[in-house]
């Protein structure tokens, strides 16, 4: 007897231990789930024994009325918590807002910070945001470990140009968060201090909202001054393990509840809980997840209904038949098997008939569509112009191809992610076989509105035309898709903003390969502004559209933003585009668009080859985040050698280099008409080259632009030739023969 009562102290001893163990970590009975309207289901709670952990505590303040809920030791306001995961807060709005003699009156460039480990930022629910028309807005923090840095840049110049509802980076921009994101910290900046727009936009913002809770609309650009905070959408999780590892520990396994699962979070580490199919409620909770009785909730049946734990079914009664479904066949009276039988048959062989003669129909009528479609593309997007001015080209060695949409879908394998080389802001380029083998790249172009089409097309004939070596050629296009396509020859060797920024590359770049570069970068823009039938003007000259060979040979491309200048103007008015940093300022400001626009991009170009600095960065102090600027004060302040990248001057060609550096200064002039022409940048860099090759010819090269124009003989004039005054030319601008070479006064 006593060894049975032993035995059976031990059986309630382990049966009071598995009692405790499945009791741990819930709330107690007096726990409050409820602060003001917001409602606190567990793992959350407010108070010690009401929580899962110190993470969970919501702080409730009930010197509000009604009292308001805040994450443990912050100031964020919680507004709801979802026990799907998710946990809505309010976050702060960072601001910048300027006076008329353009000082910062309110200045909150720090914006919600968040620094939660536990809770991070939804990559799905939510957008970082800039408003404003003088503004650029960076976010900085932390993604599953590492540093990240993004940002947007939003302008405008009047209230009208700003559309309703529209991120696109007119008055407002938009950018996703990347996953992983458990802080972050916002700061802006302004470009004029708001001066041209203070009337209607006198402040740049910057915030991350939940995507669904904020529709942009023109009046924010002055209303959101009055507005502190935002909605935010963070993810939370219990744990740092996965479901499996966290099951081996039943005692602090989170899914207490009978009838629930596990399953892993979508946003960063821990797992999360629900309830079982067909039963409802907090599956942290011991007793959390109760039987849903569709029978009385939704009633799907149409006759009889039986509900059990996890779900349900229906049934029809005796002399019934079918699913016995409300949305299915329902219940109806019983047939005959053989009645049944010929209503299977009839129905079955009318639906064989229906099937095969609507297939026919259908696939008839979407080629037809298809058809129709293509020839109306084609016309809307100039097709018919394109041919007539090809027709008036037959005599010319090479004309533009138009190619079919089928042809081009082929060649990029239906136009596969793994064949994108690289987007901007005037379309997607892909790498195209055609099938003749030869690899090209293919270009799906943006036009914004009809009226442009005639000048698109105007380009594409007069491109065709450019026959340079320095110039990507274009060989066709098509006009068969809503978005034209364009077909470029393909350069195999990437960009020259790859080069000289990525580490592993720059030291390759040696100051023989730069200067050469930049020589023939010059001498191509020099040829479009000079020697084409019609002046180019690029209009967003940069290292990413300098395309380099296997020989290091320079490649200008992307003509997406070019326009062609009439021979009897010099400037031309036109909406400001172009890439912030090499942007003209006088082009900015006056919206003239003249060919000593591209000079000056060309000099930061030149800039950015001698320091390997970027264009733009805003990693440094102030003075150094514009290039331009920075590089020019540096060459007067004779502060050069300090800025140049440090392998470049190891190699001891000091007079070439300030002399390149000098070339560049005069190509960032304020003033378009200090600078200047291309054609006088292309001949001074020639001869350097010469210089660099031929040291001995250094007595016979002029010294003075001017003299050398007059001493030139009349005959066609070289691009490649520099200030060298030989007779001797290498590769000639077309058409300039018989003209008198007068001095470049006006860089035109």
Same mark, same amino acid.
């Given at each position: 007897?006593?060894?049975?009562?032993?035995?059976?102290?031990?059986?309630?001893?382990?049966?009071?231990?598995?009692?405790?163990?499945?009791?741990?970590?819930?709330?107690?009975?007096?726990?409050?789930?409820?602060?003001?309207?917001?409602?606190?289901?567990?793992?959350?709670?407010?108070?010690?024994?009401?929580?899962?952990?110190?993470?969970?505590?919501?702080?409730?303040?009930?010197?509000?009325?009604?009292?308001?809920?805040?994450?443990?030791?912050?100031? @964020?306001?919680?507004?709801?918590?979802?026990?799907?995961?998710?946990?809505?807060?309010?976050?702060?709005?960072?601001?910048?807002?300027?006076?008329?003699?353009?000082?910062?009156?309110?200045?909150?460039?720090?914006?919600?910070?968040?620094?939660?480990?536990?809770?991070?930022?939804?990559?799905?629910?939510?957008?970082?945001?800039?408003?404003?028309?003088?503004?650029?807005?960076?976010?900085?923090?932390?993604?599953?470990?590492?540093?990240?840095?993004?940002?947007?840049?939003?302008?405008?110049?009047?209230?009208?140009?700003?559309?309703?509802?529209?991120?696109?980076?007119?008055?407002?921009?938009?950018?996703?968060?990347?996953?992983?994101?458990?802080?972050?910290?916002?700061?802006?900046?302004?470009?004029?201090?708001?001066?041209?727009?203070?009337?209607?936009?006198?402040?740049?913002?910057?915030?991350?909202?939940?995507?669904?809770?904020?529709?942009?609309?023109?009046?924010?650009?002055?209303?959101?001054?009055?507005?502190?905070?935002?909605?935010?959408?963070?993810?939370?999780?219990?744990?740092?393990?996965?479901?499996?590892?966290?099951?081996?520990?039943?005692?602090?396994?989170?899914?207490?509840?009978?009838?629930?699962?596990?399953?892993?979070?979508?946003?960063?580490?821990?797992?999360?809980?629900?309830?079982?199919?067909?039963?409802?409620?907090?599956?942290?909770?011991?007793?959390?997840?109760?039987?849903?009785?569709?029978?009385?909730?939704?009633?799907?049946?149409?006759?009889?209904?039986?509900?059990?734990?996890?779900?349900?079914?229906?049934?029809?009664?005796?002399?019934?038949?079918?699913?016995?479904?409300?949305?299915?066949?329902?219940?109806?009276?019983?047939?005959?098997?053989?009645?049944?039988?010929? @209503?299977?048959?009839?129905?079955?062989?009318?639906?064989?008939?229906?099937?095969?003669?609507?297939?026919?129909?259908?696939?008839?009528?979407?080629?037809?569509?298809?058809?129709?479609?293509?020839?109306?593309?084609?016309?809307?997007?100039?097709?018919?112009?394109?041919?007539?001015?090809?027709?008036?080209?037959?005599?010319?060695?090479?004309?533009?191809?138009? /190619?079919?949409?089928?042809?081009?879908?082929?060649?990029?394998?239906?136009?596969?992610?793994?064949?994108?080389?690289?987007?901007?802001? /005037?379309?997607?380029?892909?790498?195209?076989?055609?099938?003749?083998?030869?690899?090209?790249?293919?270009?799906?172009?943006?036009?914004?509105?009809?009226?442009?089409?005639?000048?698109?097309?105007?380009? @594409?004939?007069?491109?065709?035309?450019?026959?340079?070596?320095?110039?990507?050629?274009?060989?066709?296009?098509?006009? %068969?898709?809503?978005?034209?396509?364009?077909?470029?020859?393909?350069?195999?060797? !990437?960009?020259?903003?790859?080069?000289?920024?990525?580490?592993?590359?720059?030291?390759?770049?040696?100051?023989?390969?730069?200067?050469?570069?930049?020589?023939?970068?010059?001498?191509?823009?020099?040829?479009?502004?000079?020697?084409?039938?019609?002046?180019?003007?690029?209009?967003?000259?940069?290292?990413?559209?300098?395309?380099?060979?296997?020989?290091?040979?320079?490649?200008?491309?992307?003509?997406?933003?070019?326009?062609?200048?009439?021979?009897?103007?010099?400037?031309?008015?036109?909406?400001?585009? !172009?890439?912030?940093?090499?942007?003209?300022?006088?082009?900015?400001?006056?919206?003239?668009?003249? %060919?000593?626009?591209?000079?000056?991009?060309?000099?930061?170009?030149?800039?950015?080859?001698?320091? !390997?600095?970027?264009?733009?960065?805003?990693?440094?102090?102030?003075?150094?985040?514009?290039?331009?600027?920075?590089?020019?004060?540096?060459?007067?302040?004779?502060?050069?050698?300090?800025?140049?990248?440090?392998?470049?001057?190891?190699?001891?060609?000091?007079?070439?280099?300030?002399?390149?550096?000098?070339?560049?200064?005069?190509?960032?002039?304020?003033?378009?008409?200090?600078?200047?022409?291309?054609?006088?940048?292309?001949?001074?860099?020639?001869?350097?080259?010469?210089?660099?090759?031929?040291?001995?010819?250094?007595?016979?090269?002029?010294?003075?632009?001017?003299?050398?124009?007059?001493?030139?003989?009349?005959?066609?004039?070289?691009?490649?030739?520099?200030?060298?005054?030989?007779?001797?030319?290498?590769? !000639? /601008?077309?058409?300039?023969?018989?003209?008198?070479?007068?001095?470049?006064?006006?860089?035109?």
């Amino acid at each position: 007897m006593a060894f049975r009562g032993i035995i059976l102290q031990q059986q309630l001893l382990l049966g009071l231990l598995i009692l405790t163990a499945t009791t741990t970590s819930q709330p107690h009975s007096s726990c409050i789930n409820r602060c003001g309207s917001v409602s606190i289901p567990y793992p959350f709670g407010t108070r010690d024994g009401c929580y899962l952990d110190k993470s969970f505590l919501i702080t409730c303040n009930h010197t509000f009325e009604p009292p308001k809920p805040f994450l443990r030791h912050s100031n @964020i306001i919680v507004r709801d918590i979802s026990l799907d995961g998710e946990l809505r807060v309010s976050t702060f709005i960072a601001r910048d807002c300027y006076n008329k003699s353009g000082t910062s009156v309110i200045r909150k460039r720090s914006g919600s910070v968040l620094n939660l480990s536990k809770f991070p930022i939804s990559y799905t629910k939510n957008k970082f945001t800039a408003l404003g028309c003088d503004t650029f807005v960076i976010i900085k923090g932390r993604a599953q470990g590492q540093n990240y840095t993004t940002g947007c840049i939003s302008l405008c110049d009047s209230i009208e140009s700003v559309n309703d509802g529209s991120c696109s980076g007119i008055g407002c921009c938009q950018t996703s968060i990347p996953e992983g994101v458990a802080n972050f910290s916002v700061s802006l900046g302004s470009f004029t201090n708001h001066s041209a727009v203070l009337d209607f936009n006198p402040c740049s913002f910057g915030f991350v909202v939940e995507e669904k809770e904020y529709k942009f609309s023109p009046s924010d650009l002055k209303n959101l001054e009055n507005i502190e905070s935002v909605p935010v959408v963070l993810d939370w999780a219990v744990g740092n393990e996965t479901c499996e590892v966290a099951k081996r520990n039943s005692k602090s396994f989170a899914c207490k509840a009978e009838n629930s699962t596990c399953y892993a979070s979508n946003n960063g580490p821990g797992y999360r809980c629900n309830c079982s199919s067909g039963f409802r409620g907090n599956p942290y909770l011991l007793y959390g997840c109760v039987d849903v009785d569709e029978c009385k909730d939704s009633n799907p049946c149409a006759k009889k209904c039986n509900n059990f734990p996890g779900g349900f079914n229906c049934y029809c009664p005796k002399g019934y038949e079918g699913d016995g479904l409300k949305n299915g066949t329902g219940c109806r009276p019983t047939a005959s098997k053989s009645k049944i039988v010929i @209503i299977a048959l009839c129905i079955s062989v009318g639906l064989l008939v229906l099937l095969v003669g609507g297939s026919w129909i259908h696939w008839g009528l979407k080629k037809r569509r298809l058809i129709k479609l293509k020839e109306k593309f084609f016309q809307q997007n100039g097709g018919l112009l394109l041919q007539e001015k090809l027709s008036n080209h037959q005599g010319s060695v090479e004309t533009a191809k138009i /190619y079919s949409a089928e042809e081009l879908e082929k060649a990029t394998n239906n136009y596969d992610e793994n064949r994108v080389l690289g987007q901007g802001s /005037y379309g997607t380029v892909y790498r195209g076989i055609l099938l003749n083998k030869k690899v090209v790249a293919i270009k799906k172009s943006k036009i914004g509105s009809q009226s442009q089409v005639e000048q698109f097309i105007n380009e @594409i004939t007069v491109l065709t035309q450019v026959i340079h070596r320095n110039v990507v050629k274009l060989l066709g296009c098509c006009l %068969e898709t809503e978005v034209p396509l364009l077909v470029y020859e393909f350069i195999t060797n !990437g960009t020259l903003f790859d080069h000289i920024h990525d580490k592993g590359q720059s030291f390759l770049l040696s100051w023989e390969k730069r200067l050469k570069i930049a020589t023939e970068t010059a001498g191509a823009l020099a040829y479009l502004h000079s020697a084409t039938s019609v002046p180019i003007i690029h209009r967003d000259v940069k290292t990413a559209n300098i395309l380099l060979d296997d020989n290091f040979t320079a490649k200008v491309s992307d003509f997406g933003a070019s326009r062609i200048i009439p021979l009897d103007q010099t400037e031309l008015s036109t909406l400001v585009q !172009g890439t912030f940093g090499y942007l003209d300022p006088e082009y900015f400001h006056t919206s003239q668009l003249t %060919e000593k626009s591209d000079v000056y991009s060309f000099g930061v170009v030149l800039a950015e080859l001698l320091t !390997g600095k970027m264009a733009l960065s805003f990693d440094g102090p102030e003075s150094d985040k514009n290039l331009a600027m920075y590089f020019v004060s540096a060459v007067k302040g004779d502060r050069l050698l300090q800025i140049l990248e440090d392998h470049i001057v190891e190699e001891g060609n000091t007079k070439q280099i300030k002399e390149a550096a000098n070339l560049a200064k005069r190509c960032l002039n304020v003033r378009g008409e200090d600078r200047p022409s291309m054609k006088e940048v292309a001949m001074e860099l020639e001869g350097l080259v010469i210089m660099e090759k031929h040291p001995w010819e250094k007595a016979n090269v002029c010294t003075e632009e001017t003299e050398c124009l007059l001493s030139a003989p009349t005959q066609s004039f070289s691009i490649d030739v520099g200030t060298n005054c030989s007779t001797t030319t290498t590769a !000639g /601008y077309d058409s300039m023969e018989k003209q008198v070479l007068k001095p470049l006064n006006d860089g035109r």
